[in-house]
Structures are given as C-alpha cells and as structure tokens.
C-alpha cells in the first residue's frame, strides 16, 4: 500500500482496499467478467476474446490471482483461472456491508 501506515487501519480495511485496487482496472474488470460468464475455467481464450497480449493478460491475471479473487490450476500446459468463490462472496459481502452503512440525507449533502 506504498507509504500508507497499514497499522492505522483494521486488517479488514486494507485487505479490502487491495481487492478495490486491483479492481481499478477496465481490463481486470472484462477479464473477471469473461470468467464469470464462462461460469467454468478459462484456460487461452482471454487474449483472443479481450483483444490484449498474452502477456498483458498474464500480467492482470497475477493481479487478481494476488488478492485472491481467483484461483488457477494446471491442465496439460494450461493455467485454467477460474473465481474464488469464498473471495468473491466475502467482496461481495463487505461492499455491501459499506455501501449499506450510508444513510445518506440528500437534503442535508453540501
């Protein structure tokens, strides 16, 4: 998290702060999209089916794989990726918690 002091902050907090920051990225977004409308393990097709270089692809793969929003295993001379379904719920689950806390007044916003 650069020069963020981490221990000002739950490990909650800055664990979901990484997932958001990996998620900062379109080409991130369309590579979870193309998994989860997959809805089974991609091994090759991503280069092809987002139009980006295979070793951009990698690249962005280790970046999801990082924060653990998904998983890969070995097929043959493939990586297969698929989502971390336990990751992903629990994003799920404090995005909502977050975005729930609001009670936001409209009236009373500057």
């Given at each position: ?51 980006l270089a295979q070793s951009t692809i990698s690249q ?11 998983q890969g295993t070995i097929e043959g001379t493939s ?32």
């Open positions: 998290m650069g020069v963020t002091k981490t221990e000002n902050y739950t490990e909650a907090q800055v664990e979901l702060s990484k997932m958001i920051k990996v998620l900062g990225h379109p080409a991130r977004i369309a590579i979870l999209q193309s998994i989860i409308k997959a809805n089974s393990c991609i091994c090759g097709d991503l280069a092809t089916e987002i139009g962005h793969l280790k970046e999801l794989k990082s924060v653990r929003l998904i990586m297969c990726y698929c989502i971390n379904q336990e990751n992903w719920h629990k994003l799920k689950n404090e995005l909502l918690v977050l975005f729930n806390s609001a009670n936001i007044d409209e009236s009373a916003c500057c």
